[in-house]
């Protein structure tokens, strides 16, 4: 774990309530894709937030948010906010965590988002694209409502740069437009594999989600050491 200062480079809103954020590191970083950093607001307040970039990229990517507009994020961003205008730095710790992506292994993947658990998946979807990995892998993105897909054909054009990769996103309540999957997004993947013994599982998202997936799909096959998600940790 590394304490580094970054310039804010750019906060952008991918909905009303998720916003994209740009970091530049002072110096160069080490992280592996699916770890996340820590946004220190202060010595005593220190806040996660997956990296959605991969590693070798310039500056670290973050979607901060959630369905609903809550602290933990406002606060984060009001502080990225503030320190842009000032033209002064954030300081973060990186390469936290322990469910980063396992580039060993050669068991199909599922790759689980609830909400802005996307950022985690979306780095470890990246790399391995950029890897040219030739192994099924099924990337499920679970949100409340449609619109809060912002990356819904960024996610659709990975899906097309390989035949067995695959991504299903889930609505939980969607409107009469959806033609896709509705309802909770682990339901989808238990619907789907009548067994998760094969899988390597990589999970972000709400911690209640989180709970609730890694009782099911253990249930359904899944083994336990094969199933990763920093939520894990706290619940
Ligand atoms: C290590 C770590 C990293 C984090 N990274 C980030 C980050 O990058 N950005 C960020 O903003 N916050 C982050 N957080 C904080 C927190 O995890 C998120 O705020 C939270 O995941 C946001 O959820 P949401 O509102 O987007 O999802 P929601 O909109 O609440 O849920 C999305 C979907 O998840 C599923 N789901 C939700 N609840 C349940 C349930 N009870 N049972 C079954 N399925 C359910 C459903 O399919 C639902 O549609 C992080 C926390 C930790 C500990």
Not at 102 to 128: C, K, N
Not at 139 to 156: D, F, I, K
Request: with cysteine; hydrophobic share 45%; glycine share 6%.
């Amino acid at each position: 774990m590394t304490t580094i200062s970054c310039t804010v480079d750019l906060i952008e809103a991918l909905t009303p309530t998720v916003n994209r954020v740009l970091l530049t590191p002072a110096q160069p970083v080490s992280f592996s894709s699916g770890q996340y950093l820590q946004l220190c607001l202060s010595d005593s307040d220190k806040r996660p937030f997956s990296i959605a970039s991969m590693p070798g990229q310039r500056q670290l990517e973050l979607h901060i948010g959630g369905s609903v507009a809550d602290q933990y994020a406002s606060q984060a961003l009001a502080h990225l906010l503030q320190q842009h205008q000032l033209q002064q730095p954030v300081q973060a710790e990186i390469g936290l965590g322990n469910a980063q992506w396992r580039a060993d292994s050669e068991r199909p993947l599922i790759l689980l988002a609830g909400g802005t658990g996307f950022s985690y998946v979306y780095s470890i979807a990246q790399t391995i694209a950029a890897a040219n990995l030739d192994r099924p892998v099924f990337v499920y993105w679970g949100v409340r409502e449609q619109a809060a897909l912002y990356h819904n054909s960024v996610m659709q054009q990975w899906a097309a740069q390989n035949s067995k990769y695959r991504f299903i996103p889930v609505v939980q309540q969607p409107d009469d437009s959806w033609q896709g999957r509705s309802g909770m997004v682990h339901e989808a993947v238990l619907e789907d594999f009548v067994s998760l013994e094969a899988y390597d599982i990589y999970v972000a998202g709400p911690f209640a989600m989180a709970g609730v997936v890694r009782n099911a799909f253990i249930e359904q096959g899944a083994h336990r050491e094969h199933m990763f998600a920093d939520a894990f940790a706290y619940i």
